[in-house]
């Protein structure tokens, strides 16, 4: 499992294979390719240069070798990965929006994003 970080660089998920899980180790969503997707299907951002985007292209949080971004701040020391839960059974995906351009920013919706 891979830690995912928040724009302060505290572990906030973990991604394990396509799987994205809470820091508890709940399944949360599935990454399609790049595209990230809810539970329900609903699409909620992509994945790009381990960078998670929200719809408006803003970064919302990243992984280790993030770049073409916001500059990412020192990632606090991960702690033991959960053990994770089993992933409910998956519904069809929307099509994805058009993404927004990749930002320099920081966003503010990395709970809509991963679910956290």
């Known amino acids: 499992m891979d ?51 929200y719809h408006n292209g803003d970064a919302v949080a990243f992984m280790g070798g993030a770049n073409g971004g916001p500059l990412c701040p020192f990632p606090t020391l991960a702690p033991l990965p959960p053990l994770p839960l089993l992933a409910p059974l998956p519904a069809l995906p929307s099509l994805p929006p058009l993404p927004g351009l990749p930002s320099l920013r920081w966003g503010t919706h990395w709970q809509a994003l991963i679910g956290a």
């Open 3 to 53: 830690p995912i970080y928040d724009r302060r660089g505290q572990v906030v998920a973990w991604l394990s294979g396509q799987n994205i899980h809470h820091r508890n180790g709940a399944h949360v969503a599935v990454l399609n390719g790049q595209n990230v997707y809810g539970h329900s299907g609903q699409h909620l951002g992509v994945l790009t240069n381990a960078f998670f985007r």
